[in-house]
């Protein structure tokens, strides 16, 4: 295969080193934050779905699913319908699945999809979560993750972050 075809393949071209180190530096902040939180207050701030959450708040910020509504709408909702399952229906296999589609159905319909978020139903059956989890890590870790995003992508480029709150 030639290096012309190569080039030509339909992908996008890898952003600046400049965006490159400030997505870099938004992420190191964040989990640092929250996991700093975490150790001062003795009470979970973070969970493994943030890391993605940074990828797209950081990464891609003009894309729908890293705007504020999307990442702490759609991390509260998909954790609110895991522990309902949870509730209601226990931790087996057919739970976890049924929890992540209907956290997906809630996302779409409420216009607050988030892909990472599809991950916490998961995580809320398998570790048998307790209410509070929707509030520390996920609520609690949301905010942190949009505020760092709204003050660092706009030190990047004034006004470029959110494109929209709700």
Do not use: E
Not at 4 to 27: H, I, N, Q, W, Y
Not at 73 to 96: D, E, P
């Amino acid at each position: 295969m030639s290096t012309r075809r190569l080039l030509k393949s339909g992908a996008p071209a890898a952003p600046s080193l400049l965006f490159t180190l400030t997505s870099f530096m938004g992420a190191v902040i964040t989990i640092g934050v929250t996991g700093w939180l975490s150790n001062l207050s003795r009470t979970p701030w973070l969970m493994a779905s943030m890391g993605a959450s940074c990828v797209l708040a950081f990464g891609v910020p003009d894309s729908p699913l890293a705007q504020p509504r999307s990442i702490i709408g759609g991390h509260v909702i998909s954790t609110l319908v895991g522990l309902i399952v949870l509730h209601m229906l226990g931790n087996s296999w057919w739970a976890c699945a049924l929890a992540v589609g209907l956290a997906l159905v809630a996302m779409q319909q409420t216009r607050t999809l988030h892909a990472p978020a599809g991950a916490n139903p998961i995580v809320v059956l398998m570790t048998g979560a307790p209410w509070s989890f929707v509030f520390t890590p996920v609520l609690a870790g949301s905010i942190v993750i949009v505020m760092i995003a709204w003050c660092l992508n706009n030190a990047r480029s004034q006004g470029s972050y959110p494109k929209y709150w709700w």
